[in-house]
């Protein structure tokens, strides 16, 4: 049932009814909302409020823990594992709670045909949501366990009790596993929101290091992402565009390329093309044949001239982040500045993949997309079949947080296995696709302004964002490159932006400082000549970014230490531990002053002001010769709350903090008025190994019983701030304009 070849597909029901806990099984219908996965959409609707985490929507317990007669217990999740180890840490949460070893449990993750639907993986949820609802689910089992023990022994409740091994006791010397009472108990009932948790202070596995369980295939090249996905009878698949999005091929000599040696179909539905063949070369050589196609633009053209011109120039709709009007005392010093990131591409080391099968009526699709239930809908849609007969399951890429190309991948896949019944079809886009057609994460602008009265406080601020959406995740086929093909074409989906408190373009705008007077407005803009979506931490990159330099800039304009104007104007007792904790480690009050080589700077913010506190302090190094800025050191303070795998926080904020410093020093997609023109790793260099910084410490404060707070993606801005404050310090210089590259570093300290 894990979508593994040679497997037969059946029904949950019949897969459940095999000897299991479970009688029947109930989910929650689909519905499109913005409701889990950080709001990009793809989203159940709440049925439950009352409930904990993602039991919100599906608050039935067999839809996320089944326990087999031989003890065996299966877990479900709808979140995906993205590299983030997620099935580690939902493992442990499920194994503390139902006090069993990690060892008796299986972990299912995002498959339509098995298991909830948690919207999409997303927006540092996985845990927030997925794991609040584990832990609730597995307590709950674990309190039915006991009472139908205690029911067949006829002793009372609390005098039985868990052994951690997967058996139950009484005081008085009986035993029983889990196996043995679960054939009396039924988990077709809610959850029950209050039902008592474990104390932290007896936690076995929840605040240790368990070892990751995607890691072996991944270190030994085994077969552990979708590319590596091989079926009996498998053909390879390419599709034929244009070199990026909004060109299109002229027309295509067809004629002679089904004659090709091993070239077994071309598949044909309106623009839409692609060749199959027997083997992956014969599918490459043919696709490069038919790329030599002369091309043309259809649509308007690409910003290739001045970025932030162009986005201030556009027609937007006005949205009110906040607008405060608290008395102050009159404002004596006032700085103003703008701030701007360019196109980013997601950069994924794997380019999109898919593997599609449409056998027996069933179309079953193997897709990294973060959102299966999404791409179930949208395959559906595009091949007009009923969602019943649609499977997706998610298998892992190498490398994407944000929408890439895997949902289109996953479109072309299904769009070609369905002219090849029986055949599974393999669909793998080409580097040069991947850079070209992907979605990506929307340049912005913002301009803010901020006045300190006599006394050194802030009473003024005023915060601007222009920005496309930060969300295009598909739910119909007009969403995917294959919907707006086919003939006739699927409409194209009305993009609107995810609202506040997640927020989008405006994601993180509203300050976690005590500020009395603030205006902040998010001037959205609704259409755009590039193909824009969601980027991991949305607009909370830039948004961190602004904020925190502003504080840095605010700080030097009056002769204060940066530090302490944060410390000053936070309320939030975690946030100043968090700043506090990470100005101890990096030993911010002895730091070296700037001297025009070496700098240090700080950054921080609570993501979303709902999720993860993260201060990042660095200190960085300039060549004055080659523009490179070295990183020297960087520390961070993490308060996560509650605490599952302490080596899993570090991992994501150590792979956040490398990603924001590749953005924020490399990283911009580049256009001439046709196409895209960043197609290769030369064109859109990332951080290599030998940039990376010499050392990262991360210090976790831990809030043990407290709820899960997301931190995959608390570290981006603050980083990307903590840098540019850096630079400054160094260099006595002020960038504002992202990428801080080697050219806009030697252009501006007067090194040619």
């Not at 709440?46 to 217990?73: F, M």
């Not at 679960?182 to 008592?196: F, G, K």
Request: contains cysteine.
């Amino acid at each position: 049932m894990s979508g593994r070849p040679g497997m037969s597909l059946m029904s949950r029901r019949s897969f459940l009814a095999a000897g299991s806990i479970v009688v029947s099984f109930t989910f929650a219908s689909h519905a499109m909302g913005q409701l889990a996965g950080g709001g990009e959409g793809n989203a159940p609707p709440i049925i439950a409020p009352n409930q904990k985490g993602s039991l919100k929507s599906t608050p039935v317990l067999e839809a996320w823990i089944r326990v087999d007669g031989d003890g065996r217990v299966t877990v479900y999740t709808g979140k995906a594992e993205l590299g983030q180890g997620v099935r580690t840490a939902l493992t442990q949460i499920a194994a503390e709670e139902l006090d069993i070893g990690p060892d008796q449990i299986s972990l299912v993750t995002a498959d339509t045909l098995l298991t909830p639907n948690e919207g999409l993986t997303a927006g540092s949820h996985s845990i927030q949501d997925s794991g609040t609802a584990i832990q609730n689910a597995a307590a709950n089992v674990r309190m039915l366990l006991r009472r139908a023990a205690a029911s067949t022994w006829n002793v009372d409740e609390s005098t039985v009790t868990t052994t951690g091994d997967g058996r139950l006791r009484t005081t008085d010397g009986r035993f029983s596993s889990y196996g043995e009472v679960a054939t009396s108990v039924s988990l077709n009932v809610e959850a029950i929101p209050d039902v008592s948790l474990r104390d932290p202070s007896r936690f076995r596995l929840v605040g240790t290091n368990m070892r990751r369980v995607d890691i072996p295939a991944k270190l030994t090249g085994g077969a552990a992402f979708v590319q590596d996905l091989r079926l009996p009878g498998m053909l390879h698949a390419r599709v034929i565009r244009g070199p990026s999005e909004g060109t299109r091929l002229g027309r295509l000599d067809l004629g002679p390329v089904e004659a090709i040696p091993g070239v077994v179909k071309v598949v044909q539905n309106g623009a839409f093309v692609a060749v199959v063949a027997e083997n992956e070369w014969t599918a490459i050589t043919t696709l490069r044949h038919l790329e030599r196609t002369p091309f043309t633009r259809t649509a308007p053209p690409l910003p290739s001239g001045d970025l932030i011109a162009f986005l201030k120039s556009q027609p937007v709709q006005d949205i009110v982040v906040l607008n405060t009007d608290a008395p102050t005392s009159p404002p004596v010093r006032e700085v103003k500045a703008r701030y701007s990131r360019p196109f980013l591409s997601h950069g994924s080391i794997g380019p999109s993949c898919a593997v599609a099968l449409f056998k027996d009526g069933l179309m079953t699709v193997w897709s990294h997309s973060q959102g299966v239930f999404g791409v179930r809908d949208f395959v559906a849609d595009l091949l007009q079949l009923p969602l019943h007969q649609v499977r997706v399951i998610h298998s892992e890429s190498a490398g994407c947080y944000g929408q890439n190309g895997a949902d289109d991948a996953a479109g072309d896949a299904a769009l070609i296995a369905k002219a090849l019944p029986g055949r599974p079809i393999r669909l793998q886009w080409m580097r040069e696709q991947e850079f070209g057609w992907e979605p990506l994460g929307a340049a912005m602008v913002t301009e803010l302004e901020a006045s300190l009265d006599n006394q050194n406080r802030i009473v003024v601020w005023r915060h601007e964002i222009w920005s496309n959406r930060h969300n295009a995740r598909p739910e119909k086929a007009g969403g995917i490159w294959a919907g707006g093909e086919v003939q006739p074409p699927h409409p194209a989906p009305q993009g609107q932006p995810i609202p506040m408190p997640e927020g989008d373009g405006d994601r993180n705008s509203n300050p976690l400082y005590d500020l009395p007077k603030m205006n902040v407005v998010f001037h959205y803009i609704p259409e755009m000549p590039i193909r824009v979506s969601s980027l991991r931490s949305l607009g909370g990159y830039l948004n961190v970014f602004s904020i925190e330099c502003m504080f840095d800039e605010l700080a030097k304009a009056d002769g204060l230490d940066p530090l302490s104007l944060r410390l000053s104007h936070m309320k939030d007792d975690r946030a100043r531990a968090v700043m506090s904790r990470a100005a101890a480690e990096f030993g911010w009050a002895k730091r070296t002053p700037g001297d025009g080589r070496r700098g240090c700077g700080m950054g921080f913010a609570r993501y979303k002001n709902l999720g993860a506190y993260c201060a990042i302090m660095i200190e960085i190094e300039v060549d004055r010769e080659t523009g490179r800025i070295c990183f020297r050191r960087v520390v961070a303070a993490v308060d996560g709350g509650q605490v599952v795998n302490p080596d899993g926080i570090v991992n994501q904020i150590e792979g956040g903090i490398i990603q924001s410093l590749s953005w924020t020093s490399r990283e911009a997609a580049t256009f001439d008025d046709t196409k895209r023109t960043s197609f290769d790793w030369s064109s859109y260099p990332i951080l290599g190994f030998v940039d990376v910084p010499d050392k990262i410490d991360v210090h976790i404060v831990d809030r043990p019983g407290m709820p899960f707070l997301g931190v995959a993606e608390a570290a981006q801005g603050p980083t990307a701030a903590a840098l540019a404050n850096a630079f400054a310090d160094a260099t006595g210089i002020r960038l504002r304009d992202l990428p801080l590259s080697r050219e806009r570093v030697k252009t501006v300290i007067g090194v040619t």
